[in-house]
Each structure stands twice: as C-alpha cells, then as structure tokens.
C-alpha cells in the first residue's frame, strides 16, 4: 500500500511518445519489484522527484547548476523514504532556491525520465553508479522573490525557455521544454 499511490500517479500518466512509455513501464515494474524505492540506500536505483518550476508567465525556468554533476538541471533529489514524489519535488525545489512560494500548477506527473547517475568518491566510501527513476512535476513561483543558492549548487537562476539549450544538451530537459510550450 505505501507504494500504491506513487503507482497511480504513475499508471495515470500519458506518456506523449513510445519512449517516454517505456520509461513509464520501466518505472511501474522498477517500483512493484523494490518496497525500499523511496530509499537513496537502495543501491541500483531509487525514485526521485523533481521540480520543473516556473515563473507566473511561464516562459523561465528555474534551474540549478548542480555541484556534484557539474551541470544545469531542475531542481529535485532524493525521497529519503517519503512516497508522495509531489511532495517530495515541493521540498527540494524550496531547499534548492529558497522561494517558499512554488505550488504546483497540476498535481501530475509532467514529465519522466531514467538516468544513470555516476559512481563517485564520498567522505565515506564511494558511492557506485545507480539509477534515478525520476518523476519531475509542474510547479511556478514569483520569479521576483530572492534566490538562494543551496549547499549542492554552484548557482541558481531563472532562464529563459529559449536560452535552456544553450546551457545543456541533456535530452530530457530538452523536452520539457518543448512539453511546456506545447502545455502553454
């Protein structure tokens, strides 16, 4: 039951393309066969959840430069055990950037994606390659209030739906762009 509505949410969500179907399949099976899902201590793979927030108008986006990865992404993280992934994106996009404001503009799943994160070195060992199945929502905040860049980023900003390409190539933020306009 704890996992049952993670899976609606999951079962409920119409993925527009053949490919983000089978992230959708492979995450219903990824989270039936593992009760420890929510659990970063899972060490294949753990559900995530992310944040796509943006600004009253809808035309930036809030993003982050991450600190371990080195790149330009949504605002997400870790369930740390709590199975509602909405609530979950909710808090990590507060702790990434301060904005206490972000509410979600539909209480959906928005996007999907499966990604490998990279084996790295850690204060206490090393942490191996695993998967993040990862659940991103649509949220907006008042771009006008202050930004505070947390301890995982290397900075925070909003950015224009047409300046995200020329911060990354990373294909699933690619396309919750072109999902945004197509939303708008």
Known sequence: MFRQSFLQLLQNYH??????????????????????????ELQIGHVTGSAWVLNQQRDKVLLTHHRKLGKWLQLGGHCDGDNDVLRVALREAVEESGVYDIIPIVPRIFDLDIHIVPERRT?????????????????????????????????????????VATLTE??????????TRFWQ
């Open 15 to 40: 993925a527009p393309t053949p490919q983000e179907q089978t992230k959708r399949d492979e995450m219903i099976a990824f989270v039936q066969a593992h009760p420890d899902c929510f659990h970063r």
């Open 123 to 163: 204060a206490s060992g090393v942490e191996p390659e695993h998967l993040h199945y990862d659940a991103r929502f649509l949220l907006q905040a008042n771009e006008h209030l202050s930004l505070q860049i947390s301890s995982e980023s290397k900075d925070i900003r909003w950015v224009g739906l047409d300046e």
């Open 170 to 179: 990373e294909e699933s933020m690619l396309r919750m762009v072109e999902k």
